[in-house]
């Protein structure tokens, strides 16, 4: 058995992908599920719905596999800091999932600020303190459920990122785990300790019970119930999908940065097995822990992540709430029809702003317009917005690290717009890499998966696989450049603190 069965659980669809030993994705299947807008700044997700996609796809991709693609083991990764709570006999959650665009918690992570907390989660989490992270959701849902707080101090409920929810679903409950990816996006785990960290616990009302196991990123953890697949298959992985793709993109060294182009963007830098502290509103976070070297003693990655909320998400926008475009893959086009944006500016602060600003009452922005601003300069401003974002953090991350940036690995769904990564590379100063596998959410989990089962020796050997696509050269003058970039800060300014 040489296959690995990926599931890509994201923010708006559910996927699974079947890899061989090549890294070549061989079937792929994907659903997407409802997004849920209750009120001004909420997000919410069915975790039914998600599960039930999720299994889907997955035997949807069974049902293509040829009999001789029989599948080795199963590799997790999914959406961080989507929170759920549920009800540890019968499965059942006991409210939508929030998700982690999700708002609601702002006032309550500013009264933690007035308080003086965060300096404290900073230094053990490595987090900012925002509403982006768990812990404040699932504090909400204690306090906002009838009875939910009484039932958690007695052990009846559970709480999971989408992680630990389908391991959960996959085993029919028989394990509750998750792994260090995704626990140090809680605002709960502490970084040094590598455990889930008392004082913090204290600090958000958090029952211990709730919680899952800590276990490696990579390594057999449990086996599904083999009524659902029709037979047991090992559960080999779990990693968040920004960690994951990091990996897919073979960014074994210290030094190598990615940027994933999905609903956000997200830009990870590896910088060795010890947390490096941000002094630029980036998170420190883990990137993997898995068995490393001769004496298989685990070892755990760290790096350093700057979170934009809006990448693709933009896009979406521009689709079913201007309905100037009628599928994504049509901005590229429209964009294009223009030399440039004629000074109009988008600020996609829809859901606050990320690194390196958090500001969580920021609103989206459209500054410069005249009566010649066309729906195609729009489209562009949406393009350029992206990129101007990642530009920011890309800067923060230089400056934390101590590292002049190369490079910039990207993947994702909105890597595969040639004019958008000619912007980034423009915006950037370095060159843009986007190798032939875009798919390196999932791979990265697969390969995780295959190094614990066997199928892969070694890191090296993952790396040899890696391949460009295409390199995007910058080619904007420096003057110009730097006359963008200050333009757009101007626009962020229009933008900042707009919801208070």
Same mark, same amino acid.
């Given at each position: 058995?040489?296959?690995?069965?990926?599931l890509d659980?994201?923010?708006?669809s559910?996927r699974?992908?079947l890899f061989?030993a090549?890294?070549?994705a061989?079937?792929?299947?994907?659903?997407?599920?409802e997004?849920i807008?209750p009120?001004?700044?909420?997000?919410?997700?069915d975790p039914?719905?998600?599960?039930?996609t999720?299994l889907?796809?997955?035997?949807?991709v069974?049902a293509?596999?040829?009999p001789?693609?029989?599948?080795a083991?199963?590799?997790?990764?999914?959406?961080r800091?989507t929170?759920?709570?549920?009800?540890?006999?019968?499965g059942q959650p006991?409210a939508?999932a929030i998700v982690?665009?999700?708002?609601?918690?702002v006032?309550y992570?500013?009264?933690l600020r007035?308080?003086?907390?965060?300096?404290?989660i900073?230094d053990?989490?490595?987090?900012?303190?925002?509403?982006?992270f768990?812990?404040?959701?699932?504090a909400w849902?204690?306090?906002?459920?009838?009875?939910?707080?009484?039932?958690a101090?007695?052990?009846e409920?559970?709480?999971g990122?989408?992680?630990?929810?389908l391991v959960?679903?996959?085993?029919?409950g028989?394990?509750h785990v998750?792994?260090p990816?995704?626990?140090?996006?809680t605002?709960?785990?502490?970084?040094h300790t590598?455990?889930?960290d008392?004082?913090?616990?204290a600090?958000?009302?958090?029952p211990?019970?709730?919680l899952?196991?800590v276990?490696?990123?990579?390594?057999?953890?449990?086996h599904t119930?083999?009524s659902l697949?029709?037979?047991?298959?090992?559960?080999?992985s779990?990693i968040?999908?920004?960690?994951a793709?990091t990996?897919?993109?073979a960014c074994?060294?210290?030094?190598?940065?990615?940027?994933?182009?999905?609903?956000g963007?997200?830009m990870?830098?590896n910088?060795?097995?010890?947390?490096v502290?941000s002094?630029?509103?980036?998170?420190?976070?883990?990137?993997?822990?898995?068995?490393?070297d001769?004496t298989?003693?685990?070892?755990?990655?760290?790096?350093?992540?700057?979170?934009?909320f809006?990448?693709?998400?933009?896009?979406?926008w521009?689709r079913?709430?201007?309905?100037i475009?009628s599928s994504?893959?049509?901005?590229e086009?429209?964009?294009?029809?223009?030399?440039?944006?004629?000074?109009t500016y988008?600020?996609?602060?829809? !859901?606050? @702003? =990320? %690194?390196?600003?958090?500001? *969580?009452? &920021?609103? $989206?922005?459209?500054v410069?317009?005249?009566?010649g601003?066309?729906?195609?300069?729009?489209?562009?401003?949406?393009l350029?917005?992206?990129a101007?974002?990642v530009?920011d953090?890309?800067?923060?991350?230089?400056?934390?690290?101590g590292?002049?940036?190369?490079e910039?690995?990207?993947?994702?769904?909105a890597?595969?717009?040639?004019?958008?990564?000619q912007?980034?590379?423009?915006l950037?100063?370095v060159?843009?890499?986007?190798p032939?596998i875009?798919?390196? !959410?999932? @791979? =990265? %989990?697969?390969?995780?998966? *295959?190094l &614990?089962i $066997?199928l892969?020796?070694s890191t090296?050997?993952?790396?040899?696989?890696?391949?460009?696509?295409?390199?995007?050269?910058?080619?904007?003058?420096?003057a110009d450049?730097?006359?963008?970039?200050?333009r757009?800060?101007q626009a962020?300014e229009?933008?900042?603190g707009?919801?208070?």
């Amino acid at each position: 058995m040489t296959h690995i069965l990926a599931l890509d659980q994201g923010t708006t669809s559910s996927r699974a992908i079947l890899f061989n030993a090549q890294g070549n994705a061989l079937h792929t299947a994907q659903l997407e599920f409802e997004q849920i807008f209750p009120q001004l700044g909420w997000v919410e997700h069915d975790p039914l719905e998600i599960w039930q996609t999720q299994l889907r796809v997955m035997k949807q991709v069974l049902a293509e596999a040829d009999p001789g693609q029989s599948v080795a083991a199963i590799a997790i990764t999914n959406q961080r800091e989507t929170t759920v709570l549920w009800d540890r006999q019968t499965g059942q959650p006991l409210a939508n999932a929030i998700v982690w665009q999700d708002r609601r918690t702002v006032e309550y992570c500013q009264t933690l600020r007035q308080q003086g907390q965060q300096a404290l989660i900073q230094d053990k989490t490595g987090l900012v303190l925002d509403s982006y992270f768990s812990g404040t959701k699932l504090a909400w849902l204690l306090e906002s459920i009838p009875g939910a707080r009484a039932r958690a101090e007695r052990g009846e409920l559970a709480f999971g990122t989408i992680d630990s929810w389908l391991v959960w679903n996959l085993t029919r409950g028989k394990t509750h785990v998750t792994d260090p990816s995704n626990a140090s996006r809680t605002l709960l785990f502490n970084l040094h300790t590598l455990a889930w960290d008392d004082e913090l616990l204290a600090l958000f009302n958090i029952p211990r019970s709730l919680l899952p196991k800590v276990v490696p990123s990579s390594g057999v953890v449990a086996h599904t119930e083999p009524s659902l697949l029709g037979r047991a298959i090992p559960i080999a992985s779990i990693i968040g999908d920004q960690q994951a793709a990091t990996f897919g993109q073979a960014c074994f060294e210290p030094g190598m940065a990615k940027n994933t182009y999905g609903t956000g963007c997200f830009m990870l830098l590896n910088t060795g097995h010890e947390p490096v502290a941000s002094h630029n509103k980036l998170l420190t976070t883990i990137g993997w822990q898995r068995p490393e070297d001769a004496t298989q003693s685990l070892a755990t990655t760290y790096c350093l992540e700057a979170s934009v909320f809006m990448g693709g998400a933009t896009i979406q926008w521009l689709r079913d709430g201007l309905n100037i475009i009628s599928s994504a893959p049509e901005v590229e086009a429209l964009a294009a029809s223009v030399q440039d944006v004629a000074d109009t500016y988008l600020v996609p602060a829809f !859901t606050g @702003l =990320g %690194a390196p600003i958090w500001d *969580g009452n &920021a609103r $989206g922005t459209l500054v410069g317009m005249t009566r010649g601003t066309t729906k195609a300069h729009i489209a562009r401003a949406a393009l350029e917005a992206i990129a101007l974002q990642v530009a920011d953090v890309f800067e923060a991350m230089a400056k934390d690290s101590g590292i002049a940036l190369a490079e910039l690995r990207v993947d994702g769904g909105a890597s595969k717009n040639n004019l958008l990564m000619q912007i980034q590379a423009d915006l950037l100063g370095v060159p843009v890499v986007r190798p032939k596998i875009t798919e390196t !959410t999932a @791979l =990265g %989990a697969a390969y995780l998966a *295959g190094l &614990a089962i $066997g199928l892969w020796s070694s890191t090296q050997d993952i790396a040899s696989q890696w391949s460009i696509d295409r390199r995007f050269e910058p080619s904007m003058a420096l003057a110009d450049r730097q006359a963008k970039l200050a333009r757009w800060h101007q626009a962020l300014e229009r933008a900042k603190g707009w919801a208070t």
